[in-house]
């Protein structure tokens, strides 16, 4: 089949042609959410060779999911949540065996002592200039705020990440709200504008 007649094709319908034989129905799959999940994998462990490795596994234990039961995704849910839960286990397991990962997954909830401060607008993950300083900054970011960010600029709704990382939604929006004044901070820092010292919880 011409890579044309899958265009329009909803995405349950290319796993289910998948299931029934169509390899190119994945390769469309692939393609179509690439960039997404290598980008959210890269930004958890900060390394290309090792982001490319996971990215590997990822799609593997996807294939193995919807060949085992057939039933693991389920069309009520959109498909790039389930894959980039899949991808945030894979990144989770390698921190495990390397014991690198520090997130002790507490469910606080620091929503109603934020401090007052206004934070920056989510758009902050969009800005093109000084991407590469945006991206080494959120590297530096303590990881259940990286996290958080990471999944947040991929579109995921507060109750989806929250889901995602076993927290509330308020945890969830206190991490992202912290990781945005950290953010602000050092790139205010990098541009040599004065900033108070940076939020660690």
């Known amino acids: 089949m011409k890579a044309s ?4 094709l909803p995405e349950g319908e290319l796993i289910g042609r998948y299931l029934e034989g169509d ?10 959410h690439k960039e997404r999940v290598f980008g959210f994998l890269l930004g958890m462990v900060q390394d290309r060779n090792l982001a490319n490795d996971l990215f590997q596994d990822t799609w593997l234990s996807v294939i193995s999911a919807l060949r085992k039961k057939r039933g693991s995704y389920e069309h009520t849910g959109r498909f790039i949540n389930w894959v980039i839960r899949i991808a945030r286990n894979a990144a989770l397991d390698h921190f495990r065996r390397r014991s690198r990962w520090t997130d002790n997954g507490a469910d606080e909830t620091y ?3 934020l401090p ?10 969009t800005i093109s200039e ?4 945006l991206e080494e900054s959120i590297g530096r970011l303590p990881s259940a ?7 947040r600029q991929e579109g995921l709704t507060f109750r989806e990440i929250a889901q995602l990382t076993g927290v509330s939604i308020n945890t969830a929006l206190g991490r992202m ?12 820092s990098a541009h040599q504008v004065p900033v108070d010292t940076p939020v660690t919880a």
């Open 111 to 113: 929503w109603d002592r």
């Open 145 to 151: 705020q990286r996290e958080v960010v990471l999944m």
């Open 177 to 188: 709200r912290y990781g945005l004044i950290n953010l602000r901070k050092m790139m205010n």
């Open 23 to 32: 390899q190119e129905a994945f390769e469309v799959l692939v393609r179509l």
């Open 116 to 125: 007052d401060r206004n934070p920056l607008p989510d758009a902050v993950l």
């Open 5 to 8: 007649a899958y265009k329009d």
């Open 130 to 133: 000084d991407l590469q300083l």
